[in-house]
Every structure is written in C-alpha cells, then in structure tokens.
C-alpha cells in the first residue's frame, strides 16, 4: 500500500520528450528546473505573522523544461492538465486559468527589470492541490526559468520575494514565506529553520539514528485551493488581533508573549483563539527544533500532534475530511505524530513514522479511511516522502 514519490528522473524524461515533440527543440537547447515541494511539520498559520517555522524538501514536486524565446511570448504545456497556454510577457493574469502562476512570475519579474525574452516550456507536477506547497513550487520554477533565458541572476532572498510578491500581489493569496524559503533553501536530510520576521535561515541537520523514523503523506483525494477558502479571513483576524492587543502592531510577532497573556481575556473570543495558536506555536517550533537535533521523536510527533489539535480548535481551520484523516492517522500504531499539510481545508496529512511499521501503518491508514469514506478512498494514497535538494537548474544532460 505504501508507495515511493515518482521520481524526478521520469518527469524529467516526459516533459523533455513533450517539449521536443511539440516544438522541435534543439536538444542542446533544453533547459530545467527542479522546484521540489516542501513538508512543514511545525509552524502552522504563523509564517503570515513573522513567525518561525520548519520546512523540508522532500522527493516530489514541479518539474519544467524549457527552451528560450527571442520574442517575449510564452508557450507552455501541462503535462497534468492536458492543455497548452500562450502569453505575452506584460499581459493581465487570468486568475482561472492554470497558467496563471506563470503569468503572475512574468509580471513580478518584469517589475524588477526588462523582459526581452520568453520562452517555450513544458510543466509536471504531483499531487497538485495536496497541501505541499505545489502552488509556490510552480511559481518559483517559472521565475527561475524566465530569469535564466533573460539572463538575470537572482539571490535566493530574491526569489523568495519575487514568488511572495507573485502570490500576494499578483494572485490574492495573502501568505508568508514559509513555502518559498522552504523550497529555496531545502537541503538534502536537513529541516530548514526560518525565523521569518528576521529573515534569517538556518539548516538543522538530521540526527545520526534518523533512519529509524520515515515521513509518510497521506493525500486525502480531496483537493484544496487556498484562495477558495477562509485562509485569507484567517490572515486578518490575526492581525485584528494584533491590533487589540497593541495600537501599532501590525502582525502578531509585533506583540510580546507578555503583553499577550495580559491582555488576552479582554480580547473577542476568536481573536484571542487565534492569538493563542500563534504564540502556543511559535513554542512548539521552538521546543520541536531542539527535539529532533537530538532524535527524539516520541515529543517531536507529540508537539506535531499538539499542532494539529491548536489548528482544529485555535485557528479553526480544517475540513471535516481532512480533520477525520488526520485522527485515523495518529491513531495508528507506529505513527509517533501527524498534522495537515497546508491549510487544512483539503489535500493531505503529513505523518513521522517508525520506519519499521510503515507498511503496516499504511495499510491500516488506507483500510479505516476506505470504510470511513468510500467516496474518496480510489483517489487516496500513503506515499513515503524523501528528503531532497532545494529549488536547482540542470542541464540538458545532468539528470540522464
């Protein structure tokens, strides 16, 4: 029942296959991108509040292959959509269509400078819409690809805000940077530690036994759309309360721990739910950090479980679905703690497992969400994430 990610390699050989098929591509012409998706098992709803937060690359995600323009047109094809687009670089986006994350990078980019290229390109991703991060993946993929064939060279810090600036800006996503720096700053068996406020990033590295424990996603089979949900509702009403609590904090992170406590039962209920979930978070990073440097990772699941229950009933997020799922997982035996991956209004849980009980735990996971909803069960799957490099080029011929 448990599977292992599609491999970068297989996508890679598709969408090169397709680009060169449909555009007659000279091969040495062929450029890629490998913009993997990012696990955040601590940290939930807090990155929008310049809190800190742990990210980690794992072994799936957007891959784009491309060959440069000399006109500023763009051409592209989605492998998962079965459908092609063609811009202008310049042009408005159109907020329905699914190359809209590649129009909004054009215009965050052109912003910055001139673009006098386009380019001709061909997009895979997995498990779109699952809560791993699959909308800043693509987004950051595009922005890489369209920096390279116009020549620009942009720092990692620059295209954490250039992909910020294509969500927020560009498509009314109102997010932090928890997922752009995620993926930016990845690294193979590392968590990244972001304090987001300071904008500083720090890898944390594996411990020596972390072969004893694996991370399983669990995709639901109900998709999620942030910008169809109350995530951006959520976003205001923490900074409602940072307001309540302090005339001129903008964001939670502007309001001491102190101040807080002191003034949290004068506050509206749901500002003060919503307070609580952030400061009890930004703990739960913290004491989380310092529990899998040494490898334990009975209070590591203990604090991702924590995490989810303060989402659930804090933060008031969550599909029932998803909220169901997340309970059939951390009731599993060899499960040491789960939570949703991204907003918890559909996608996937994420869950830190003994490795020598994920099959079974699979298994398991699998059978009681099926008798629990059918309906969904087909769409389902566990699959066994890996830790991988961060946001890279390659070339032509380096995947082979």
Same mark, same amino acid.
């Given at each position: 029942?448990?599977?292992?990610?599609?491999?970068?390699?297989?996508?890679?050989?598709? =969408?090169?296959?397709?680009?060169?098929?449909?555009?007659?591509?000279?091969?040495?012409?062929?450029? *890629?991108?490998?913009?993997?998706?990012?696990?955040? /098992?601590?940290?939930?709803?807090?990155?929008?509040?310049?809190?800190?937060?742990? %990210? &980690?690359?794992?072994?799936?995600?957007?891959?784009?292959?491309?060959?440069?323009?000399?006109?500023?047109?763009?051409?592209?094809?989605?492998?998962?959509?079965?459908?092609? !687009?063609?811009?202008?670089?310049?042009? !408005?986006?159109?907020?329905?269509?699914?190359?809209?994350? @590649?129009? @909004?990078?054009?215009?965050?980019?052109?912003?910055?400078? /001139?673009?006098?290229?386009?380019?001709?390109?061909?997009?895979? %991703?997995?498990?779109?819409?699952?809560?791993?991060?699959?909308?800043?993946?693509?987004?950051?993929?595009?922005? #890489?690809?369209?920096?390279?064939?116009?020549?620009?060279?942009?720092?990692?810090?620059?295209?954490?805000?250039?992909?910020?600036?294509?969500?927020?800006?560009?498509?009314?996503?109102?997010?932090?940077?928890?997922?752009?720096?995620?993926?930016?700053?990845?690294?193979?068996?590392?968590?990244?530690?972001?304090?987001?406020?300071?904008?500083?990033?720090?890898?944390?590295?594996?411990?020596?036994?972390?072969?004893?424990?694996?991370?399983?996603?669990?995709?639901?089979?109900?998709?999620?759309?942030?910008? +169809?949900?109350?995530?951006?509702?959520?976003?205001?009403?923490?900074?409602?309360?940072?307001?309540?609590?302090?005339?001129?904090?903008?964001?939670?992170?502007?309001?001491?721990?102190?101040?807080?406590?002191?003034?949290?039962?004068?506050?509206?209920? #749901?500002?003060?739910?919503?307070?609580?979930?952030?400061?009890?978070?930004?703990?739960?990073? =913290?004491?989380?950090?310092?529990?899998?440097?040494?490898?334990?990772?009975?209070?590591?699941?203990?604090?991702? +479980?924590?995490?989810?229950?303060?989402?659930?009933?804090?933060?008031?997020?969550? *599909?029932?679905?998803?909220?169901?799922?997340?309970?059939?997982?951390?009731? =599993?035996?060899?499960?040491?703690?789960?939570?949703?991956?991204?907003?918890?209004?559909?996608?996937?849980?994420?869950?830190?497992?003994? !490795? =020598?009980?994920?099959?079974?735990?699979?298994?398991?996971?699998?059978?009681?969400?099926?008798?629990?909803?059918?309906?969904?069960?087909?769409?389902?799957?566990?699959?066994?994430? &890996?830790?991988?490099?961060?946001?890279?080029?390659?070339?032509?011929?380096?995947?082979?």
């Amino acid at each position: 029942m448990l599977q292992d990610f599609k491999l970068f390699a297989d996508q890679l050989a598709q =969408t090169t296959a397709t680009l060169q098929a449909t555009w007659q591509v000279d091969p040495a012409a062929v450029r *890629h991108v490998i913009a993997p998706y990012r696990i955040c /098992p601590l940290g939930a709803h807090i990155d929008h509040q310049g809190g800190h937060v742990l %990210g &980690r690359t794992i072994n799936t995600g957007t891959v784009l292959s491309y060959a440069p323009q000399d006109e500023p047109q763009v051409a592209l094809l989605s492998t998962e959509f079965d459908r092609s !687009a063609r811009f202008t670089i310049g042009e !408005a986006v159109e907020k329905a269509h699914w190359a809209r994350y @590649a129009q @909004a990078a054009a215009l965050a980019l052109q912003q910055q400078q /001139p673009l006098s290229k386009g380019l001709v390109g061909v997009a895979s %991703g997995t498990l779109i819409g699952a809560g791993l991060s699959s909308s800043a993946s693509v987004g950051l993929a595009y922005l #890489s690809a369209l920096a390279e064939v116009n020549d620009i060279t942009l720092t990692a810090d620059e295209l954490v805000e250039l992909d910020r600036q294509l969500e927020n800006d560009h498509l009314g996503l109102q997010n932090g940077i928890l997922d752009q720096s995620s993926i930016v700053y990845g690294h193979e068996q590392s968590f990244t530690y972001i304090h987001i406020l300071e904008r500083q990033i720090a890898a944390v590295p594996d411990p020596d036994d972390a072969a004893k424990v694996c991370w399983l996603v669990v995709y639901s089979g109900l998709p999620r759309v942030l910008t +169809n949900t109350d995530y951006n509702h959520r976003v205001e009403e923490c900074r409602q309360a940072a307001q309540t609590l302090q005339a001129d904090a903008v964001i939670l992170s502007d309001v001491s721990p102190a101040l807080f406590r002191k003034g949290q039962r004068g506050m509206p209920e #749901s500002l003060s739910r919503r307070a609580s979930h952030y400061f009890d978070e930004v703990k739960r990073v =913290t004491q989380g950090t310092l529990a899998w440097e040494v490898g334990d990772f009975e209070s590591f699941g203990a604090l991702m +479980n924590a995490s989810c229950a303060s989402s659930i009933h804090q933060y008031e997020c969550g *599909h029932e679905i998803i909220v169901s799922l997340q309970q059939i997982v951390s009731r =599993t035996d060899g499960v040491y703690g789960s939570r949703f991956s991204g907003g918890g209004y559909g996608g996937c849980v994420i869950a830190l497992a003994d !490795a =020598t009980q994920a099959d079974t735990a699979a298994t398991t996971i699998a059978a009681n969400y099926r008798q629990q909803f059918p309906e969904l069960a087909d769409q389902a799957v566990v699959y066994l994430a &890996r830790s991988a490099d961060g946001l890279r080029q390659i070339d032509a011929y380096e995947w082979r």
